[in-house]
């Protein structure tokens, strides 16, 4: 199993269309969880931690099911602006790493 | 703040060459790592350090080495550059270790023809 794996996309949605992507981690030691937001020829940046209470920033919800591993972003009312590729990553498991998804490339179509 | 920087942006080498990226942070932050970013492959994590005078390797660590003579700055050097280096580079920063979140510089795109 792959450490973190996520959709493998790409998705293609119209504008104000909710999408959901999800991840699974397979180190039941991890002990932080984020997503990370990309855009083309350009560094990952934070778009938001994960809790395991969930927790939604706008538009933005993310969800975490530690017994099944798994790890959730969804985006409501999407805006053209949101077309990146969308980064799973999680933490912890060892003192310095963090462990990055592949990636799942959204795209929102006017 | 200028937070994470890289120099250079742009680097196009021919095999054999040597050339070393720099990254620089103004966030007094102990950690400081390096990755590779390749199309279908994802980051991974060249070499890292904890602290000034300190590193470490990460998961692709061969043909690369490290140097973090001041807690700011952290050096990549490719002693004979390879085309399987030809990738996208990426510097992060992190006030800690153990999972906590890493800020990103710009990025540099090395060519090894």
């Known amino acids: 199993r792959k450490e973190v794996e996520q959709d493998p996309g790409p998705f293609n949605v119209p504008e104000g269309a909710t999408v959901a992507f999800n991840c699974t981690y397979s180190?039941?030691?991890?002990?932080?969880f984020f997503w990370y937001r990309q855009d083309c020829r350009k560094e990952p940046k934070l778009l938001m931690s994960?809790?395991?209470s969930g927790n939604e920033d706008g538009r933005f919800t993310a969800q975490l099911n530690r017994a099944s591993q798994y790890i959730s972003l969804l985006i409501r009312d999407s805006k053209l602006s949101d077309s990146a590729t969308y980064l799973c990553?999680?933490?912890?498991?060892?003192?310095?790493?963090?462990?990055f998804g592949k990636g799942t490339l959204l795209t929102v179509n006017p | 703040n200028a937070g994470v920087t890289q120099t250079p942006k742009f680097r196009v080498l021919k095999t054999g060459q040597s050339m070393t990226l720099l990254c620089a942070q103004d966030?007094?932050?102990?950690?400081m790592y390096w990755y590779r970013q390749d199309p279908g492959m994802g980051l991974r994590l060249i070499h890292y350090?904890?602290?000034?005078?300190?590193?470490a390797k990460g998961e692709v660590p061969d043909g690369y080495n490290v140097s973090r003579l001041k807690k700011q700055n952290f050096l990549l050097g490719l002693e004979s550059a390879a085309p399987s280096q030809t990738s996208v580079y990426f510097c992060a920063s992190s006030p800690l270790g153990g999972g906590v979140v890493q800020f990103f510089g710009p990025g540099t795109r090395l060519t090894v023809l």
């Open positions: 966030m007094n932050h102990e950690y």
């Open positions: 994960v809790y395991s």
């Open positions: 350090s904890v602290g000034e005078g300190t590193t």
């Open positions: 180190n039941s030691a991890s002990q932080s």
């Open positions: 990553v999680v933490g912890g498991g060892s003192n310095y790493k963090l462990t």
